[in-house]
């Protein structure tokens, strides 16, 4: 097992790399099911270069990878229990939170 400073540097890491909105919309529907890169264009209303990009910082942390088929690369996420984490934050929870945030959510 890793030491405490080790674990918490590992969670940072993965935090860091749901601390987008666009990462986040990308794992919802990863969570649906294994999705290339041109099927997320539609979805996310945004450009290939950008979905991209924060493939791979999802890539670089474990949270998703891919597979080759043929000339595309099907993505999927690497442990649905992410899936979970995210979902903890729920509207109460941000609710109950922003009594004591310095900006509203």
Do not use: W
Not at 7 to 18: C, E, N
Not at 22 to 31: Q, V
Not at 87 to 92: L, R
């Amino acid at each position: 097992m890793k030491n405490k400073n080790n674990m918490d540097s590992a969670r940072a890491v993965i935090f860091k790399a749901l601390s987008d909105p666009l990462r986040l919309k990308i794992l919802n529907s990863l969570g649906e099911g294994e999705k290339c890169v041109s099927e997320l264009i539609p979805i996310l209303k945004t450009v290939q270069p950008l979905i991209s990009r924060h493939l791979r910082i999802l890539r670089d942390c474990g949270l998703v990878s891919f597979r080759k088929v043929g000339n595309k690369k099907p993505y999927r996420i690497t442990d649905k229990r992410i899936i979970d984490v995210i979902n903890m934050i729920s509207p109460d929870l941000i609710s109950n939170l922003s009594k004591y945030a310095e900006r509203e959510f």
